[in-house]
């Protein structure tokens, strides 16, 4: 995995701005396993963004995001059409809050995949994805059926780069 290169602290009119802080290896895994949402991006037909909130964990250096059973708008997902049909994909981490030198963010480049399994649980890589979901969000502990609608699908966005941005230490 790539990270992203810092740009100039000088601003357009000559001045200098503060310069962001860059968050390291620890402060990034920590955020990704604290944050409750990420954004995921993926391309429609005609090239254009299209964005969605996901629930996520972070396992073996992949975003993993289920298809759950909360409801949704219609029974073939868009998010899964684009991914198919381009697999570029970039997902945003970000934490806002009234203190701006608290703010944050993180964005994940990769390739996304839908991977679907009839039964995860005797996959360990999958099974190790499942426990992740399951301890971070309660609901999946909690009920059984919450996890997965259907056949068990996941997005999987192989990460190629990083990049972040900080207000301050994280």
Do not use: C
Request: proline share 6%.
């Amino acid at each position: 995995m790539r990270r992203a290169r810092r740009g100039s602290a000088a601003g357009a009119a000559g001045g200098a701005y503060r310069l962001a802080v860059a968050l390291g290896e620890k402060a990034i895994a920590r955020a990704l396993a604290r944050a409750p949402v990420a954004r995921l991006a993926t391309l429609d037909s005609g090239g254009a963004p299209r964005l969605v909130p996901v629930v996520f964990v972070h396992v073996a250096g992949a975003l993993w995001s289920p298809v759950d059973a909360k409801p949704k708008r219609r029974a073939a997902l868009g998010r899964l059409e684009r991914l198919a049909r381009d697999p570029r994909a970039a997902a945003l981490v970000d934490h806002y809050e009234r203190d701006w030198t608290r703010l944050w963010w993180i964005e994940l480049l990769g390739r996304g995949a839908v991977v679907r399994a009839d039964a995860p649980e005797r996959d360990p890589a999958l099974a190790a994805v499942v426990a992740a979901l399951r301890e971070k969000y309660p609901q999946y502990a909690r009920d059984e059926n919450a996890l997965f609608l259907g056949t068990p699908t996941l997005i999987r966005l192989d990460v190629d780069r990083i990049r972040t941005w900080s207000a301050s230490a994280v």
